[in-house]
């Protein structure tokens, strides 16, 4: 009876739901998670629930493979937690209202699906977290270790005075020193991101891109890269962790400097486009060799030649913009380059009074 009430009132619930979240202060919900989490945490109690009438180990199994399910999905502990909670209540609160003839058999039995979902998932979680953190401690000290062993090389040689202080040896150092900078920019917001602990700010766009761009150059420049900036608007703000969303543009710009063979040019520019802002960085990379752009932005993966790095910066990225109710999308060049755009709602209240 639970499972056809369920599936009879999903789409009532998936709205209940989705206004429960909506109102949570920690950990802030996203767009993604109204739009598509809901529905899709739904769907999943759904085969919980339906498996709690048959073997109990049936109900876990469902439980942990749901949970690496949303892991790679890039949901948190925190939103399976809160999602789960969310629905139980939103089943329970309707099926008092309609007087559902659900009895109290059924209602234990919401309970325990919504305690083995959790602690099925949750375990799950941390089993894959356990091995993604190995494997990433290994890949981050070989990245670390590379980047020190060219600087101390270059050094070395400057140091000999053989070469002069302005040269390519130069530049090896001025590289080097950029691409830590860019590690511990990503780690830091990848932690701030990922604990939920953010912290939002009005953001002038003009002057956090003419900043933003002031940096860029200093890595566009060690690589032979053309970079301009289009001046950009004044007044337009946006509310978001400037940490956060620095380390966003920063791995966007990086990443095309990365690809964009030497001479080659990229371009940062931004436009408002009703409540929204778009940022784009594009970039001469050449293209890419798929259509799937979205590939692009799952962890590890990477594209190119160029295969430094970990492959979590796009990743990192996309739910950056999440975390500040935005997102990121990349438009294909094919035999020139590609336009990643960074979308930002602008800040309504500031917009509003203009």
Do not use: W
């Not at 909670?85 to 008092?96: K, S």
Request: hydrophobic content about 40%; charged content about 25%.
């Amino acid at each position: 009876m639970l499972h056809d009430f369920i599936v009879k009132n999903r789409t009532e619930l998936i709205r209940r739901c989705r206004l429960k979240l909506a109102g949570r202060a920690t950990p802030r919900v996203t767009e993604l998670e109204l739009e598509q989490g809901v529905p899709l945490f739904l769907d999943q109690f759904v085969e919980i629930v339906r498996a709690a009438n048959g073997p109990s180990a049936a109900m876990s199994k469902n439980a942990t493979r749901h949970g690496a399910s949303l892991l790679h999905r890039g949901f948190t502990v925190g939103q399976l937690v809160h999602d789960y909670g969310g629905i139980c209540q939103a089943i329970t609160e309707l099926a008092v209202e309609t007087k559902a003839p659900i009895s109290s058999i059924d209602f234990k039995t919401l309970n325990l699906c919504l305690d083995d979902s959790i602690a099925g998932a949750v375990t799950e979680f941390g089993r894959l977290r356990a091995e993604e953190g190995s494997e990433r401690t290994g890949r981050l000290a070989h990245e670390i270790g590379g980047l020190l062993h060219s600087a101390s090389l270059a050094f070395e040689v400057l140091k000999s005075g053989e070469v002069g202080m302005g040269g390519s040896t130069s530049r090896v150092i001025d590289r080097c020193f950029i691409g830590l900078r860019k590690i511990v920019e990503r780690e830091l917001a990848e932690v701030r991101i990922g604990s939920g602990v953010l912290h939002p700010q009005t953001i002038v766009l003009r002057e956090f891109l003419d900043e933003v761009a002031a940096t860029a150059m200093l890595d566009a420049d060690s690589r032979g890269i053309v970079f301009s900036s289009v001046p950009f608007d004044d007044g337009v703000t946006v509310q978001a962790d400037h940490h956060v969303l620095a380390s966003v543009l920063a791995n966007l710009l990086h990443n095309a400097f990365k690809f964009t063979r030497a001479g080659g040019r990229v371009v940062l520019r931004a436009k408002v486009a009703g409540d929204r802002v778009r940022i784009d960085v594009e970039d001469e990379c050449g293209g890419l060799a798929s259509d799937d752009t979205e590939a692009l932005f799952q962890p590890y993966e990477q594209a190119g030649a160029d295969l430094s790095g970990m492959g979590l910066g796009l990743s990192i990225c996309r739910t950056g913009a999440r975390s500040s109710g935005g997102d990121i999308t990349v438009k294909n060049l094919p035999g020139t380059g590609c336009i990643f755009t960074l979308e930002l709602p602008q800040n309504s209240a500031l917009t509003d009074a203009a």
